[in-house]
């Protein structure tokens, strides 16, 4: 029979359909946990969680408290700084009545912060405000719970007498389930001990082994392992040969079932595997073989087990998941007498389990269903990393000894039903397609729409259009863009001169300019006077914190004074520019990321275009005259660039939306130049014309890669060479320009796409 199943194997796994398949879900899985990691405005980077590894490793737990403790209290005073600096960025009576406030309930904090909060040294760990406060934040609160497990233990067995005494708990007795689940979890804490705690950031190991989009690739290597396992053999009707052999049945359905037990357990560690070797490498790890408790989102396990026996049970425990989730699609494979049957049972099974999963809360009665289907048995972190006791009639029985028994029992019920209906062999044959039509064919009467049909729909590169369309639109739609004291009071003043220079909005600027040149000047005088000794250090600190809360403002109203001169000097009008300065990528560049998703959309889409008559043989037909031949190509590339350009529109406008919803973008009519960040270019353009241009090029960039990826599919007339190709020379450039080479730009389009960014 080992051999029966190595040849079972080989089969399967030595197709290069199946390869090619595979080497895809591989290279989608890398391509979510990469896009799932991208930092936003208040999302921090992996490189930052990578410098805080580095920090800590060769820390001891006290000096690491020490540290993450001196980061909060820095960014609890700078952020204290900020929302002052906001209250009176309002310009009235409430806001720095509030302002005040927060200044009397943290006396000292804002002189004592406001030169970090100025200059800026608050940033070790990222690039902005906004992504420091929510990383240290994320991390205290980490350590906090590490930490504190000590306590958490004493607290587990305090319970026991505290809640034991409680009515609530008491009223059925002691043999009512609340006290026994009360006295089980004392016991089940009572093994363990805070020796062997080490705190880490647990981003690396919980993103690895908590990846939604790597489990269902795992499902769905089991749709495609199963398809290749029965229904190809039923489709060429082989079983009614190998059943006549000798021991053709047993051995042979018992190599099917082995087979896929190996094909589920190696995916499931090749898949870990490759996550845990990305985040190894963007985040790092800690100590592996500290306790499974040193994790801040698996304190509550009651496992005495290391970090790294955690990682190995966890991929154990979805292998033996998935090989059930195949036994029971093997059934139906087995029992169905049409193709699309077993799919549509086993997405059936999926859906139910992920609405189950979602749906049903955690506290109620319910609550088996919501952990012991498909979805709920793939997130080992529940079962593992977590503590819940089921009401088995009174008795608090494990989570994990439910979860395990219905891991034996799905697999179990799905190998007795395989050999059951592969035994009776009955329906070893498929029926042919039948197709129903809702309306009548109609066959397209122009040559575009034909080509556009051919490509589009059954090409389908309609649906991997759609799929990258809606990636770059909710990426574009979900960046949040923080707003601070300082654009508060920069977007306020700019939208009261916005427009041309008339005197009342000359008199403004200028009695801003004396308020700033007043309150320098009034701290220039009191760090005299204390540095003469003519009033103390921490007098003089109080009197400068007034002024220090003008001049708070100065970087912005720079800008101001900046457009002003220009003005004054070249003539023009004001305009309120930091909408469009996120618009053209000068800040929050988007351009790397969304070049790379467009180029990846169309390299898919497009790189069967010119060779599907190849593979079909049609050219013979189609090519019979030069002209015919031509046109045909012709109309193929007038639908790729029309589609891609549909394609290269949708982030545009879609950052567009986002970012008019929270900064205005007025003056369309306006000339470029005054927009300060624009006047580099010199384009007298308006400033629609100046938008048009930079959409107009990030359209020709993604043409040229249209274009690109049509002739290596015409040239190498293979839909694998063509994609192969176009990945390498277009995303490529992509990969390395966003991993930090920045010669890289020069080897691709993104030259021509981001601008006006670089």
């Keep these: 029979m080992f051999r029966l199943t190595g040849f079972e194997l080989r089969r399967i796994w030595c197709r290069r359909s199946f390869l090619l398949g595979f080497a895809a879900l591989l290279l989608l899985n890398v391509f979510l946990l990469w896009y799932g990691s991208l930092p936003g405005e208040e999302k921090p980077g992996l490189d930052s969680y990578k410098t805080v590894q580095n920090k800590i490793a060769q820390m001891s737990e006290t000096q690491k408290g020490e540290w993450i403790s001196g980061r909060k209290e820095t960014m609890d005073g700078v952020g204290l700084v900020q929302e002052v600096l906001m209250l009176q960025a309002n310009n009235n009576e409430m806001g720095e009545m509030f302002a005040a406030q927060a200044m009397e309930e943290a006396p000292g904090v804002f002189e004592q912060y406001y030169d970090t909060y100025q200059n800026g040294t608050y940033l070790e760990l990222t690039d902005s405000f906004w992504q420091e406060k929510a990383l240290t934040d994320e991390l205290y609160e980490q350590w906090t719970k590490v930490a504190g497990y000590g306590e958490y233990l004493r607290s587990v067995q305090e319970n026991r007498m505290v809640l034991g005494g409680i009515g609530i708990f008491t009223r059925g007795g002691e043999d009512s389930f609340s006290a026994r689940n009360i006295r089980k979890s004392a016991e089940d804490y009572e093994k363990l001990t805070p020796k062997g705690i080490s705190w880490m950031p647990d981003r690396a190991i919980v993103c690895a082994m908590e990846s939604r989009g790597t489990d269902l690739i795992l499902l769905l290597s089991v749709f495609f392992f199963v398809g290749y396992l029965m229904l190809e053999e039923k489709r060429k009707r082989l079983f009614f040969i190998t059943r006549g052999t000798r021991l053709g049945i047993g051995r042979n359905i018992a190599a099917k079932l082995t087979a896929l037990w190996v094909h589920c357990m190696m995916t499931a560690y090749l898949l870990y595997g490759v996550n845990l070797l990305y985040f190894g490498r963007t985040v790092g790890f800690g100590d592996l073989n500290a306790a499974l408790q040193s994790v801040a989102a698996y304190r509550e396990s009651s496992l005495p087990v290391s970090i790294l026996d955690y990682i190995q049970l966890s991929v154990l425990t979805k292998g033996f998941v998935l090989f059930g989730f195949g036994t029971v699609m093997t059934a139906f494979s087995i029992l169905a007498e049409r193709q699309f049957l077993p799919y549509m049972a086993g997405m059936l099974f999926t859906g139910v389990s992920m609405v189950l999963s979602r749906v049903i809360p955690a506290v109620s009665i319910y609550n088996p269903l919501k952990y012991l289907n498909l979805t709920g048995l793939l997130k080992t972190e529940h079962l593992y990393g977590g503590y819940l006791n089921f009401n088995w009639f009174g008795r608090p029985v494990s989570r994990m000894f439910f979860a395990w028994w219905v891991i034996l029992a799905l697999a179990g019920a799905g190998m007795a039903a395989s050999v059951y209906f592969f035994v009776r062999g009955e329906h070893f044959v498929l029926k ?177 275009g010119m060779s599907m008559e190849n593979l079909a043989g049609s050219w013979n037909l189609l090519g019979a005259t030069g002209q015919g031949k031509r046109r045909i190509l012709f109309c193929k590339t007038a639908v790729c660039i029309m589609a891609g350009a549909v394609l290269a529109l949708i982030p545009f406008l879609c950052r567009y939306i986002g970012i008019s919803a929270v900064l205005p973008m007025h003056g369309l009519g306006f000339s470029a130049v005054d927009i300060p960040y624009c006047r580099q270019f010199g384009m007298a353009l308006p400033v629609w014309g100046f938008l048009a241009l930079h959409v107009f090029s990030q359209i020709f960039a993604l043409t040229i890669v249209v274009i690109g990826v049509l002739s290596l599919s015409y040239w190498r007339k293979d839909p694998v060479q063509a994609w192969l190709m176009g990945m390498l020379l277009f995303a490529a450039p992509q990969v390395l320009y966003l991993l930090g080479f920045t010669a890289a730009k020069y080897f691709g389009v993104y030259s021509l796409y981001g601008w006006t960014a670089l």
């Design 432 to 608: 042919e397609k039948r197709f129903v039509s809702l309306l009548r064919f109609r066959p397209h009467g122009g040559l575009l729409r034909h080509e556009g049909y051919k490509i589009l729909t059954g090409n389908r590169a309609a649906a991997v259009l759609l799929v990258f369309g809606i990636l770059l639109g909710w990426r574009e739609l979900g960046q949040k863009i923080p707003l601070g004291g300082q654009e508060l009071y920069y977007q306020d003043i700019m939208l009261t001169l916005e427009g041309e220079l008339t005197p009342d909005k000359e008199a403004l600027i200028l009695k801003e300019e004396a308020r700033y040149r007043e309150a320098f000047a009034q701290i220039d005088q009191i760090e005299q006077a204390v540095a003469a000794g003519k009033i103390s250090q921490s007098a003089g600190e109080s009197m400068m914190s007034k002024w220090y809360a003008v001049t708070a403002f100065y970087p912005a109203f720079s800008r101001v004074w900046q457009q002003y001169e220009y003005v004054t000097e070249n003539g023009g009008r004001f305009l309120y520019d930091t909408g469009y300065r996120y618009l053209l990528g000068q800040k929050s560049n988007p351009f790397p990321v969304n070049l790379f998703l467009l180029v990846c959309g169309v390299v898919m889409a497009f790189c069967n």
